[in-house]
């Protein structure tokens, strides 16, 4: 396998006829897989189809990786370890040009100030998000999107079982998964030569440090996001998952190539209606109290999980009852019993 990153000369056939066309690529980061950068030609297309042959220079010297792709893989391994099983890289420009695209940055509605104009939402003030940090690189840096299936449980259980005072711990879910996630990428970030890097955070709700990780999660091609329900579905995992974190780090981007397209719908349109029901009534129901992070009534719980369990996608990874619910809930009692019943567990492999 060749360096990830590594830029090379591609020839292939040309999307314009039956002849040749070469463009500028880089090594993926599985060091094997070739992707395109650069098309010369002003009509673009790269090629069709793989390229025939590509084109290195070579260095008298041993190559070393230009991105921190090579340690990617010990990465992901280390956060799966400890049940956050969803990982998936992005260019740092991907997420806020799409922001922009949207009128969702705060750099596109900048211009509101200066001219008295009515944005197009028609809202006075319009919710707005900030770009994610780029250290300098003009969008090329390289971030990742980490998250988790139905994995997450058992292992997080399993470590709030071995805190001193599981019950004293606050917002342990969040506690758990930021310890790990911290613990990776400072791993990461060391063997990559000690780089920057920045950690925004799922449950941060400040309007500097934001991220919506759902459109994250679309640009990166890692899920299919419905705009109208807010819902994110995995291919594998259905909408059973959960985001944690945003990593930007101090690294080019270059080896992951062209923005991958926008998943397709992974509903039916049966259960795309069905889901829409639910996210109404889900709606209704919020909106005769007030959403917030650390909580909501079992009841409510159970109406946004029937909106998801109208996906079948994905349904073999469903969150189990107690898990569906404290993540809606947070209910502390969920916890105590789950607790409980794990020593339980133990004590009988004891004897």
């Not at 890289?89 to 750099?107: D, F, H, I, K």
């Not at 919020?286 to 992070?293: A, F, N, Q, R």
């Not at 809606?328 to 492999?349: F, G, M, Q, S, V």
Request: hydrophobic share 40%.
């Amino acid at each position: 396998p060749s360096v990830p990153g590594s830029l090379c000369i591609a020839r292939g056939d040309s999307p314009r006829g039956a002849h040749g066309h070469v463009i500028v690529a880089c090594i993926g980061p599985d060091g094997t897989s070739v992707l395109p950068l650069h098309d010369p030609h002003p009509e673009g297309g790269f090629l069709v189809g793989p390229p025939a042959w590509i084109a290195m220079y070579g260095a008298r010297e041993p190559a070393r990786a230009v991105s921190g792709s090579v340690s990617h893989a010990a990465l992901a391994e280390e956060l799966r370890s400890g049940g956050l099983d969803v990982l998936s890289p992005l260019r740092v420009s991907w997420y806020n040009e799409y922001l922009q695209a949207l009128g969702l940055s705060t750099g596109s509605t900048t211009y509101l100030d200066s001219s008295g104009e009515q944005h197009a939402s028609g809202e006075p003030a319009p919710f707005t998000l900030a770009p994610l940090p780029d250290y300098g690189r003009r969008g090329n840096a390289l971030a990742f999107l980490i998250g988790n299936s139905k994995a997450l449980w058992a292992r997080f259980l399993d470590w709030l079982a071995d805190q001193p005072d599981p019950a004293a711990v606050k917002d342990p879910v969040d506690t758990y998964t930021a310890l790990l996630i911290r613990r990776a990428v400072e791993r990461y970030a060391a063997a990559a030569g000690s780089v920057r890097y920045d950690i925004f955070w799922a449950c941060d709700m400040s309007r500097e440090r934001l991220v919506d990780m759902n459109r994250a999660s679309r640009v990166c091609g890692l899920c299919y996001f419905s705009d109208e329900m807010f819902l994110s579905v995995h291919p594998t995992f259905g909408s059973w998952i959960a985001f944690r974190a945003v990593v930007v780090v101090d690294l080019p981007a270059t080896c992951l190539g062209i923005p991958p397209a926008h998943l397709p719908p992974l509903l039916t349109e049966e259960e795309a209606f069905s889901a829409k029901k639910a996210f109404a009534a889900a709606l209704q129901a919020s909106s005769k109290g007030e959403l917030v992070v650390d909580g909501m009534p079992r009841e409510l719980a159970h109406k946004w999980a029937a909106m998801r369990d109208c996906v079948s996608l994905g349904r073999e990874h469903k969150y189990d009852d107690r898990q569906s619910v404290y993540h809606y809930t947070k209910d502390a009692k969920i916890l105590a019993n789950c607790l409980a019943e794990l020593e339980e567990c133990r004590r009988a492999k004891r004897r």
